[in-house]
């Protein structure tokens, strides 16, 4: 019994010993077979190192991308903004100045003062709550001005979206256009005050051309 169990033990250590030691075969080859199955092992990882860094360079450069794009968006709709504000597409507030005009003025010497405010750097006007557009003319006799088809009541305000310190030294200037309209309108009463904050509204006037075509 002790010889048999013996023996048997000695068979499955020579089993063991033989599974362990052939599970790679390495044991069995010359060592010009390993030197060259080293150099393929150092080929391959060569290899997968070379994809890794082509891998990375694109992610990179897929990342600078987006973010160029992200950036490029952002200043696209900054420059909307701008665009649709100096159209009067958009309603805008800011500080600036108010002109109250008390008297009959034609329509004309309101031109005037938009034209000397536009000339001063306002970036946005309003006439009687309007909003002043490329197109917008202020039209009709002493008394019975209108602006947009609204009529323009009693004291007539303009706002102008600007520098209030410039604006105002614009109209009060020596000859200026206060001065001219004061010295051809006999009794007109001229009230300039620079405002902390104006809101003006967005026009109601259809922009769209109907003839003209952009040019890309």
């Known amino acids: 019994m002790l010889t048999l169990v013996a023996l048997l033990l000695g068979l499955l250590v020579v089993v063991q010993l033989r599974a362990q030691g052939g599970g790679t075969g390495l044991e069995t080859r010359s060592a010009q077979d390993l030197t ?40 696209v709709r900054a420059d909307l903004a701008r665009v649709r504000m100096w159209a009067g597409i958009s309603p805008v507030a800011g500080l600036g100045v108010r002109v109250t005009l008390r008297g009959d003025l034609p329509g004309n010497a309101v031109g005037d003062l938009l034209n000397e ?21 202020v039209a009709g006799p002493p008394g019975g001005l209108s602006v ?3 009529a323009l009541v009693g004291a007539i305000q303009v706002e102008a979206i600007g520098n209030p310190a410039t604006l105002t030294g ?34 109601t006037r259809d922009l769209r051309p109907t003839d003209a075509k952009p040019r890309l």
């Not at 391959?44 to 991308?65: K, Q, W």
């Not at 001063?120 to 490329?134: D, F, Q």
């Not at 206060?178 to 509204?201: I, K, M, N, R, S």
């Open 148 to 150: 947009e088809n609204t």
């Open 36 to 75: 060259l199955l080293v150099a393929n092992l150092s080929t391959r990882n060569d290899l997968l190192r070379g994809e890794v860094a082509d891998l990375e360079r694109r992610l990179a450069t897929l990342e600078s991308a987006r973010a160029r794009g992200e950036t490029s968006v952002d200043q």
């Open 117 to 137: 405010l536009r000339n001063a750097g306002a970036e946005a006007l309003a006439v009687g709550g309007v909003r002043v557009v490329a197109s917008t003319v």
């Open 170 to 203: 614009s109209l009060s200037r020596a000859g200026g256009v206060v001065a001219q309209l004061q010295a051809t309108y006999p009794g007109l009463g001229v009230e300039v005050a620079p405002a902390d904050l104006l809101e003006l509204p967005a026009t």
